[in-house]
């Protein structure tokens, strides 16, 4: 019975050999695979996406803010321009592209009693030397309660009404 088993599928040094070779082949295909993700990630996230990833950010952080603000009278409070993850709970989802790469993330300041707010985010420069989503009214320039807001950083606060896009 072995002899009819081992005339198909080879002797035993053969099995290993073909399983040896297999798991050469997947380890090998696994890391080609890991890479090319990698690099296709980052192909489809270059500075255009991840410009509009963090101004949509904010956009959507501008509305959380509101909501707090009806729900409690003020935004929350802070003493300087800080990681957005002092806003707590608001915060959650809100995670910048490039958070491993030594850019900024995204920051808020408040005044002292929680009447306004800043929101800032780090773009990145594209070919044309302009930077996506300055729209006219909605990028704040200067030092705004205590973020720094000129170029490439983009800022937004609750003086200006929150864009939400196209209609």
């Not at 090998?28 to 690099?39: D, E, M």
């Not at 603000?69 to 300087?80: K, R, V």
Request: hydrophobic share 35%; with cysteine; glycine share 10%.
């Amino acid at each position: 019975m072995l002899s009819f088993l081992w005339k198909y599928i080879g002797t035993p040094r053969q099995i290993m050999l073909a399983m040896a070779v297999t798991f050469i082949i997947v380890i090998g295909a696994g890391f080609i695979l890991a890479n090319t993700q990698k690099v296709f990630r980052h192909g489809h996230e270059g500075p255009e996406f991840i410009n509009k990833k963090r101004t949509t950010d904010l956009r959507n952080l501008q509305i959380s803010l509101e909501i707090y603000h009806e729900e409690n009278g003020n935004y929350p409070i802070t003493t300087d321009c800080s990681d957005v993850g002092v806003l707590g709970g608001l915060a959650v989802g809100f995670d910048d592209p490039l958070s491993d790469s030594g850019w900024s993330q995204y920051e808020y300041s408040s005044d002292s009693n929680g009447g306004s707010y800043v929101l800032k985010a780090s773009l990145q420069k594209l070919d044309s030397d302009y930077y996506y989503g300055t729209h006219v009214g909605q990028d704040l320039d200067g030092l705004q309660l205590g973020c720094q807001c000129d170029d490439p950083n983009y800022c937004v606060s609750n003086k200006v009404p929150v864009d939400l896009g196209p209609k």
